[in-house]
């Protein structure tokens, strides 16, 4: 499966404002540490504002804030908020869809990878906020491996 750039920089800006979690922090400041578009940032940075995952504050001295502690986000409704319910494949204009068998195996397989996302929390894939905070400040790191079975 290849996550969207939607959901890839959307998982980006929720690692950001989860290290530094309580500060306020800009669009510009996570556009400049990722290299990406403010305009690309502002689109989903109102979409995440509207799903309640996220606070914005206007003004001079304002900017984001996660809108609960990362350790009460689920990994799997940041997913489910970005990608939808989209189909790996859309199954609906196919000759064989009435007899064929994949769509409910890629269905149960979707189920599968969103059970494992909704065991994690933001704070569980934001854990290293020190490291993280280094890298965001230029400096680097070595190649990061999973503790366990795939765990942050």
């Known amino acids: 499966m290849k996550l969207s750039r939607h959901t890839d920089y959307t998982f980006r800006i929720m690692i950001h404002l989860a290290v530094f979690e309580g500060e306020l922090i800009s669009i510009r400041r996570i556009a400049q540490a990722y290299?990406?578009?403010q305009n690309h940032l502002m689109k989903i940075v109102q979409s995440l504002g509207r799903a309640g995952f996220i606070e914005t504050v206007r003004g001079r001295y304002g900017g984001l804030r996660?809108?609960?502690?990362a350790p009460?986000?689920?990994?799997?409704?940041?997913?489910?908020?970005?990608?939808?319910?989209?189909?790996f494949v859309p199954c609906g204009q196919c000759l064989i869809s009435p007899a064929c068998g994949l769509p409910c195996v890629l269905g149960e397989a979707m189920e599968a990878?969103?059970?494992?996302?909704?065991?994690?929390?933001l704070g569980d894939i934001a854990n290293r906020p020190g490291m993280l905070r280094d890298l965001f400040h230029g400096a680097t790191a070595p190649t990061r491996e999973c503790d366990r079975e795939g765990a942050p």
Do not use: K, N
Request: aromatic share 6%; net charge negative.
């Open 66 to 69: 996660l809108a609960r502690p």
């Open 113 to 121: 990878f969103l059970r494992v996302l909704d065991g994690y929390s």
């Open 35 to 37: 290299g990406i578009s």
């Open 72 to 87: 009460e986000i689920a990994v799997g409704a940041i997913m489910r908020h970005t990608e939808g319910d989209s189909d």
